[in-house]
């Protein structure tokens, strides 16, 4: 039997401004005491992992409380994110003792590319900062990357410097039109499916990297149930993300098949 998981965008708010992401924007969070009774019901339904992220997860106020929940609950907790308040915050840290695996996203050590990717040009070091803090925690470390017309010539020295972590596993993403930003600016980031292909080979040298996934937008069609800031329940379809439903007054499961 599948375990039932559930990506949870807690928040649309988010301290980088990726000039390719398909976040969603704008979308007003719920108080805690809302997000609580959710996590109650996801509990009561025996939904096995939740996937925190956003936006960025951490921005969200007294996240490390929901996470510290689920865990007692016996939740599997994943969460992804940019690392700027991972690296930055000590007191945030305390997060990692309440996860399971840990996604970092990072698509270029480059400090120029990443600062016209949006993600700042302290990105690199930020992640080093947070792989060096977690090498000795039993802790699964993850990467995302996005592939595309800006860094796909410089992937090879993003895995150089991964290789010197042990990573569970690398997710290689073909930059994804879906929605907001990234639909905005698809002509700067797009690329073919022929030039995603060719640099396949580029990830499959490092041998401490666990596992190399490969994502395309049609990875994404139907593939999860996310829920959003403000309890919408939402599938994608076709290409459209499609309301299902609001967690607060529905039940998740029947979406979850």
């Known amino acids: 039997m599948q375990e039932k998981e559930i990506c949870w965008n807690i928040t649309t708010k988010c301290n980088q401004n990726c000039r390719y992401c398909h976040r969603f924007l704008n979308i007003k969070d719920l108080t805690y005491e809302e997000n609580e009774k959710i996590l109650d019901n996801l509990i009561k339904d025996k939904v096995a992992n939740i996937t ?38 000590d007191e945030i840290k305390e997060i990692c003792d309440y996860l399971d695996s840990l996604t970092l996203s990072i698509d270029s050590v ?36 996005v592939v595309s017309k800006k860094n796909m010539d410089q992937l090879e020295e993003l895995g150089n410097f991964l290789n010197r972590y042990k990573i569970n596993s690398w997710r290689i993403f073909q930059f994804m039109p879906l929605r907001e930003t990234a639909k905005k600016n698809k002509e700067q980031f797009e690329i073919s499916n022929i030039e995603f292909e060719k640099r396949k080979s580029v990830f499959q040298k490092f041998e401490n990297i666990g596992r190399v996934d490969y994502r395309q937008e049609k990875d994404m069609e139907d593939k999860y ?25 529905q039940n998740l499961m029947q979406f979850m098949n």
């Open 52 to 89: 925190w992220t956003g936006g960025e997860a951490l921005l969200y106020p007294n996240i490390i409380g929901l996470v510290k929940k689920a865990k007692e609950n016996g939740i599997k907790n994943k969460l992804i994110t940019n690392g700027m308040l991972l690296a930055q915050n």
């Open 110 to 145: 480059d400090n120029k590319i990443n600062a016209d990717l949006g993600r700042g040009e302290n990105h690199y070091s930020n992640i080093k900062t947070i792989l060096e803090y977690v090498k000795n925690k039993e802790l699964k470390v993850n990467i995302n990357t």
């Open 225 to 249: 149930v996310l829920l959003v800031a403000n309890g919408d329940i939402i599938r994608t379809e076709n290409g459209k993300d499609v309301k299902k439903g609001n967690a607060l007054y």
